[in-house]
């Protein structure tokens, strides 16, 4: 009888690693044991698993437990991969620019139209700055769209938006790539003011290159016009795309069965609470502006304290003009000098009571608003902006509801839904349609009538606080203000020079700037440590100095155009006192009267002192027989401002576009041609290189 050999043990496989064995005999025990293999593999899985968790509890258990934060409400950046439609349906990509939000607006409410007009299409609303994370990215994709829509602001001296600005730059200064965009068919629509000069640039620029570089045009650049009803203009230019469209997306069968289409009216699902247990706090910074990032921007300011606020007018100024200072320090914001600070700031409670009046809601209803229903199926409609949070209805309407703006015509088509008087409901209506054109028009926008205006006039009409929030009350935008100090002088503070807005429009009512009039009214941190704050942001700009501190300049800012040039001359300074020699520079500044409104005029005085302005001219409009701006003394100036440009200067000019900065570029197109003994093509021709290479640069609004 055949003896069966005995199988290894444990104890002889230890033995045989620790007598440091061949790996052969070590191999041979655990083929002639499977049962010792399963249990040294288990038991060293076990090992492994202790370690990790000593690991863990010597390096990560004994930090602090970081407190559980509320989710912040920040959409994600969606990932624009192309991608290939499953049931072969035809993508078009609908692309838009905003600064505001109004051409995502009219992109979202374009695609939701689509959708029900080509039910075979897949419409994709993409934001330019999320489509691409850099240029080589930005061609590979774009080179793959085939029907394509853009929808693009203009904002300040004809520059691209935010979100729009790095598509721009890498579309309008790349490479020259030939005609590489056959297959691409398109249209554009442009959102601009018509008072501005470079009116619609960027969506010309765009249409225009998507030409030269072989896209086929589906229809004329819209021009929106702000300055106008620019719903108008879009409609107008939405029914000549549908035609196109139509070819490119409909069978004959379907090309003969037109689809009814009804804009839904926009509503957030709204919850109600009894109490704010366990909800956030009002008096924390979750105001729906969020904070605590590295990286701060519109949707992650900084919490700032107003440090610093004084008036800039003499007590004989029938006006206002408010310096301020926002506290800066330790937050991580920085900025650069000639950059930009938008500021969220609040309504008056004097207007909020009013809102809580016309909603018929006591203020302390306390809600939250959400972008989906209770099942968690999204709400019809993709225009829903994100939430703010869980929040009274007094917070609400003070920090994210724009009470004073001209209500838009799809604005009054709300009113119009929740409007109980019949007659009331038809006027609404009758003035959002394109036969109530001319009265839309005249009542609206000639008069400057406000949201609350227009809601006084249909007391009837009283919307739900989810319609309200959606589609009647805009959320609440930033102002920008040009920064008027330098991080060189003051890296912990960014100073703020505000003229305050007030004024009566044709219907009686007094306006009051919802940012100017929060300035004017905040309590600095010198006066109180209860002070006003406000979120803030820094926006880059490119109104900066030559980088070589020799090279002249010439600045030209009347007012509050003054304020980037403050913080030119603090950097000069600066740069002059660290031993630099400094160009020559000309600061053209005007007032109404030197006893009223010469602001920072101790200031100025001390920079031509200390040889940081080589010569400070100034125009007093209300001084003299006649009145007297900042062009007439640049035509008194005529040699200087010439010979200046012929010595490779730069020249700035920072105010009002519609009057002031129009009338200086008048001005220095005639200096040009005079000075220069130039034809009118010619001169026109040298000041459009001036701005193209950078040294005439606009800082308008």
Same mark, same amino acid.
């Given at each position: 009888?055949d003896?069966?050999?005995?199988k290894?043990?444990?104890?002889?496989?230890?033995?045989?690693?620790l007598?440091a064995?061949?790996?052969?005999?070590?191999?041979?025990?655990?083929?002639?044991?499977t049962?010792?293999?399963?249990?040294?593999?288990?038991?060293?899985?076990?090992?492994?698993?202790?370690?990790?968790?000593?690991?863990?509890?010597?390096?990560?258990?004994?930090?602090?437990?970081?407190p559980?934060?509320?989710?912040?409400?920040?959409?994600?950046?969606?990932?624009?991969?192309?991608?290939?439609?499953?049931?072969g349906?035809?993508?078009?990509? @609908?692309?838009?620019g905003?600064q505001?939000?109004?051409?995502?607006?009219?992109?979202?409410?374009f695609?939701?139209?689509?959708?029900?007009?080509?039910? +075979?299409?897949?419409? =994709?609303v993409i934001d330019?700055?999320?489509y691409?994370a /850099?240029?080589?990215?930005?061609?590979?994709?774009?080179?793959k769209?085939?029907?394509?829509?853009?929808?693009?602001?203009?904002?300040?001296?004809?520059?691209?938006?935010?979100?729009?600005?790095?598509?721009?730059?890498?579309?309008?200064?790349?490479? /020259?790539?030939?005609?590489?965009l056959?297959?691409?068919?398109?249209?554009?629509?442009?959102l601009?003011n018509r008072?501005?000069?470079?009116?619609?640039k960027?969506?010309?620029?765009?249409?225009?290159?998507?030409?030269?570089?072989?896209g086929?045009r589906?229809?004329?650049?819209?021009?929106g016009?702000?300055d106008?009803? @620019?719903e108008?203009?879009?409609?107008?230019?939405?029914?000549?795309?549908?035609p196109?469209?139509?070819?490119?997306l *409909?069978?004959? !069968? /379907?090309?003969?069965?037109?689809?009814?289409?009804?804009?839904?009216v926009?509503?957030?699902?709204?919850t109600?609470y009894?109490?704010?247990?366990?909800?956030?706090t009002?008096?924390?910074?979750a105001?729906?502006?969020?904070?605590?990032?590295?990286?701060?921007? !519109?949707?992650?300011?900084?919490?700032?304290? &107003?440090?610093?606020?004084?008036e800039?007018?003499?007590?004989?100024? /029938?006006?206002?003009?408010?310096?301020?200072?926002?506290?800066?320090?330790g937050?991580?914001?920085?900025?650069?000098?000639?950059?930009? &600070?938008?500021?969220?700031?609040?309504?008056l409670i004097?207007?909020?009571? +009013?809102?809580?009046?016309?909603?018929?809601l006591?203020?302390?209803?306390?809600?939250?608003?959400?972008v989906?229903?209770?099942?968690?199926?999204?709400?019809? %409609?993709?225009?829903? *902006?994100?939430?703010?949070?869980p929040?009274?209805?007094?917070?609400?309407l003070?920090?994210y509801?724009d009470?004073?703006?001209?209500?838009?015509?799809?604005?009054?088509?709300?009113l119009?839904?929740?409007?109980?008087?019949? $007659?009331?409901a038809?006027?609404?209506?009758?003035?959002?349609s394109?036969s109530?054109?001319?009265?839309?028009?005249q009542?609206?926008?000639?008069?400057?009538?406000?949201?609350l205006?227009?809601?006084?006039d249909f007391?009837?009409?009283?919307?739900?606080?989810?319609?309200?929030?959606?589609?009647i009350?805009?959320?609440?935008?930033?102002?920008f203000?040009?920064?008027s100090?330098?991080?060189?002088?003051?890296?912990?503070r960014i100073?703020?020079?505000? !003229?305050?807005v007030?004024?009566?429009?044709?219907?009686?009512?007094i306006? =009051?700037?919802?940012c100017s009039?929060?300035?004017?009214n905040?309590?600095?941190?010198e006066e109180?440590?209860?002070c006003?704050?406000?979120?803030i942001?820094?926006?880059? $700009?490119n109104?900066?100095?030559?980088?070589?501190? =020799?090279?002249?300049?010439?600045m030209?800012?009347?007012g509050?155009?003054?304020?980037?040039?403050?913080?030119?001359?603090?950097?000069?300074?600066?740069?002059?006192? $660290?031993?630099?020699?400094?160009g020559?520079?000309i600061?053209?500044?005007?007032?109404?009267?030197?006893?009223?409104?010469?602001?920072?005029?101790?200031e100025l005085?001390?920079?031509?002192?200390?040889?940081?302005i080589s010569?400070?001219i100034?125009?007093?409009?209300?001084?003299?027989?006649?009145?007297?701006?900042?062009q007439?003394?640049m035509?008194e100036?005529?040699?200087?401002?010439w010979n200046?440009?012929?010595?490779g200067?730069?020249?700035?000019?920072?105010?009002?576009?519609?009057?002031?900065?129009?009338?200086v570029h008048?001005t220095?197109?005639?200096i040009?041609?005079?000075?220069?003994s130039?034809?009118?093509?010619?001169?026109? %021709?040298m000041?459009k290189? *001036? +701005?193209?290479?950078?040294?005439?640069?606009?800082?308008?609004?």
């Amino acid at each position: 009888m055949d003896s069966t050999p005995e199988k290894p043990s444990l104890l002889d496989l230890i033995k045989a690693i620790l007598k440091a064995e061949k790996f052969d005999q070590v191999k041979t025990m655990l083929n002639e044991n499977t049962e010792l293999a399963l249990l040294l593999t288990a038991s060293v899985a076990v090992l492994i698993g202790c370690v990790g968790v000593l690991v863990w509890r010597r390096f990560g258990g004994s930090a602090k437990k970081k407190p559980v934060e509320l989710p912040k409400l920040v959409v994600p950046k969606a990932n624009f991969e192309p991608e290939e439609m499953e049931d072969g349906s035809t993508k078009v990509s @609908i692309f838009f620019g905003t600064q505001t939000g109004t051409a995502e607006g009219f992109a979202k409410a374009f695609a939701e139209e689509a959708k029900a007009r080509y039910q +075979q299409a897949t419409f =994709k609303v993409i934001d330019l700055d999320d489509y691409a994370a /850099d240029d080589e990215e930005y061609e590979k994709k774009l080179k793959k769209e085939t029907l394509a829509l853009f929808f693009l602001a203009s904002y300040g001296d004809g520059e691209p938006t935010d979100n729009a600005a790095r598509f721009y730059k890498w579309f309008t200064e790349g490479k /020259d790539r030939g005609e590489w965009l056959k297959s691409l068919q398109y249209g554009v629509f442009g959102l601009g003011n018509r008072q501005y000069e470079h009116f619609n640039k960027i969506a010309i620029d765009v249409d225009d290159l998507l030409a030269e570089q072989g896209g086929t045009r589906l229809i004329k650049v819209g021009m929106g016009d702000d300055d106008q009803c @620019i719903e108008d203009d879009f409609a107008a230019w939405r029914e000549l795309v549908w035609p196109e469209l139509d070819k490119l997306l *409909l069978s004959e !069968a /379907d090309a003969s069965v037109a689809t009814p289409y009804t804009a839904a009216v926009l509503e957030y699902r709204v919850t109600f609470y009894e109490q704010t247990d366990g909800l956030v706090t009002e008096n924390s910074f979750a105001n729906g502006h969020a904070n605590g990032n590295t990286v701060y921007d !519109a949707q992650h300011p900084c919490r700032s304290n &107003v440090a610093v606020r004084k008036e800039l007018h003499t007590p004989e100024s /029938d006006r206002s003009c408010i310096h301020l200072e926002f506290d800066i320090s330790g937050t991580g914001l920085a900025y650069e000098t000639g950059d930009h &600070v938008g500021v969220y700031c609040e309504n008056l409670i004097e207007i909020v009571e +009013q809102a809580e009046k016309l909603l018929n809601l006591p203020p302390q209803t306390y809600f939250s608003i959400h972008v989906d229903n209770k099942d968690g199926s999204p709400r019809s %409609g993709s225009s829903l *902006l994100p939430p703010f949070p869980p929040c009274t209805l007094r917070t609400a309407l003070t920090r994210y509801a724009d009470l004073l703006s001209a209500p838009k015509k799809s604005v009054l088509t709300a009113l119009a839904s929740y409007a109980s008087d019949p $007659s009331e409901a038809d006027r609404l209506r009758y003035l959002a349609s394109p036969s109530g054109k001319e009265e839309y028009a005249q009542y609206v926008l000639a008069s400057q009538r406000s949201l609350l205006e227009v809601m006084s006039d249909f007391p009837s009409s009283k919307p739900p606080l989810g319609v309200f929030f959606a589609a009647i009350a805009p959320r609440l935008q930033p102002r920008f203000y040009s920064i008027s100090s330098s991080p060189k002088f003051a890296p912990s503070r960014i100073h703020v020079t505000s !003229a305050l807005v007030y004024e009566k429009t044709p219907t009686g009512r007094i306006h =009051k700037g919802v940012c100017s009039t929060w300035m004017k009214n905040a309590v600095p941190l010198e006066e109180s440590n209860d002070c006003s704050w406000a979120p803030i942001f820094v926006r880059n $700009s490119n109104f900066k100095l030559p980088a070589d501190p =020799k090279v002249p300049i010439i600045m030209i800012g009347p007012g509050t155009g003054l304020a980037p040039f403050r913080g030119f001359l603090q950097e000069r300074l600066a740069i002059k006192e $660290s031993g630099a020699e400094l160009g020559p520079a000309i600061l053209f500044f005007g007032c109404r009267n030197r006893r009223m409104d010469f602001i920072y005029e101790d200031e100025l005085n001390s920079f031509v002192k200390a040889g940081v302005i080589s010569e400070l001219i100034i125009a007093f409009s209300r001084e003299g027989p006649t009145k007297e701006y900042v062009q007439h003394k640049m035509t008194e100036k005529a040699s200087d401002v010439w010979n200046t440009i012929n010595e490779g200067g730069y020249l700035y000019v920072c105010g009002d576009a519609k009057g002031m900065a129009r009338d200086v570029h008048r001005t220095l197109h005639t200096i040009v041609q005079e000075q220069g003994s130039l034809s009118s093509s010619e001169a026109e %021709g040298m000041v459009k290189n *001036l +701005q193209m290479t950078g040294r005439y640069l606009r800082d308008v609004w």
